[in-house]
């Protein structure tokens, strides 16, 4: 039985797959195995797998397209670590993330973990971009993993681990397409688990590569707050309502120029602060001008699937849904 077993599900991603295998195979904590979890892709990696068979324990399972969730779940029935970890097979590991858990896990008794992620220096401006859009304290409050103090810490399933024996308990994770990973976290915690965020083991973490296919992603990531709320009372705090405010407040201010157009003065402000601040975290003036755009990009789209499944899940009272169904990946 070895100490972990490291879940990916893949859809089309064997190049980014191939990145992370390699990332594992410098692991300096050995006790592992990889279960990769093939989701219904079109373009299936098993040649990639085969690559690293003599690196490490290696399991390679097909299941036709189920989503995220179910894959996790296949990995997991096929695994045999006491921990799970689960990665998204976008990410890529720092030689020392094994080792920094593992030392975690046998210092302090909690069932689940989880971790920060951030953009590695190879990635391109806009990847770069986008990471810090999704990680930054100004577009996210930093509930992703940078602090702990706005709210529960909740684990996402791109830096995920969890005791298999919690893991059965808890049946896996649903079927959520989008939020899975959340309401896999709401679910263990009101179970009586604990969850710990462990800040030093981050994974480098690639997500998308162009705004229009990140602009879907936060979209649905709105409509699964409010769908999470419906499914866990009292989960739904200020600061995920900030991106749907900030939408309305840009909304006003078009409207209020409409009688002074001094008023459009105000929409320099949010760039400006935004540009300063990605400097200051990024170092690179390239990477903190397209931040304005990602910041953009994920504050609307987050806030305009939000405002979308407000009304119609709260106020038409609506089924659970999600937008861009059919081509979500494009």
């Not at 692991?27 to 373009?43: A, K, L, M, P």
């Not at 419906?230 to 405010?245: A, D, E």
Request: positive net charge.
């Amino acid at each position: 039985m070895p100490t972990f077993s490291i879940i990916i599900p893949v859809f089309n991603r064997s190049e980014e797959l191939e990145e992370l295998l390699e990332t594992i195979s410098t692991q300096n904590f050995r006790d592992f195995e990889v279960v990769v979890v093939e989701d219904g892709s079109d373009q299936p990696c098993e040649h990639v797998v085969d690559k690293f068979k003599n690196s490490f324990p290696i399991k390679y399972v097909v299941q036709e397209n189920k989503g995220p969730g179910p894959a996790r779940n296949t990995g997991a029935d096929k695994a045999a670590g006491r921990w799970l970890i689960f990665l998204d097979s976008d990410c890529m590991l720092p030689a020392d993330y094994l080792d920094l858990v593992n030392h975690e896990t046998e210092r302090e008794d909690f069932d689940c973990f989880g971790g920060p992620d951030k953009p590695h220096p190879s990635f391109n401006i806009k990847q770069k971009a986008i990471g810090y859009a999704m990680s930054s304290v100004l577009t996210t409050g930093g509930i992703r993993g940078a602090k702990e103090n706005l709210d529960i810490f909740y684990p996402r399933s791109y830096n995920l681990g969890v005791r298999k024996s919690v893991f059965k308990v808890l049946e896996g994770f649903s079927e959520m397409r989008f939020g899975e990973d959340l309401d896999f976290s709401m679910r263990l915690l009101k179970k009586g688990y604990s969850t710990r965020l462990i800040k030093p083991a981050f994974v480098f973490h690639k997500r998308r590569n162009n705004f229009r296919s990140f602009f879907k992603q936060v979209y649905n990531s709105g409509i699964a707050r409010i769908n999470l709320e419906i499914r866990h009372k009292g989960t739904l705090k200020l600061v995920h309502t900030l991106p749907s405010l900030f939408v309305l407040g840009h909304i006003g201010i078009f409207a209020l120029s409409c009688l002074n157009p001094f008023f459009l003065l105000l929409l320099l402000v949010v760039p400006t602060v935004i540009y300063l601040h990605a400097l200051n975290e990024t170092k690179e003036h390239k990477t903190a001008f397209w931040a304005i755009p990602a910041a953009f990009t994920q504050t609307f789209g987050y806030g305009l699937g939000f405002i979308e499944a407000l009304i119609l899940r709260k106020l038409l009272k609506r089924n659970e849904f999600h937008a861009f169904r059919s081509n979500f990946y494009k």
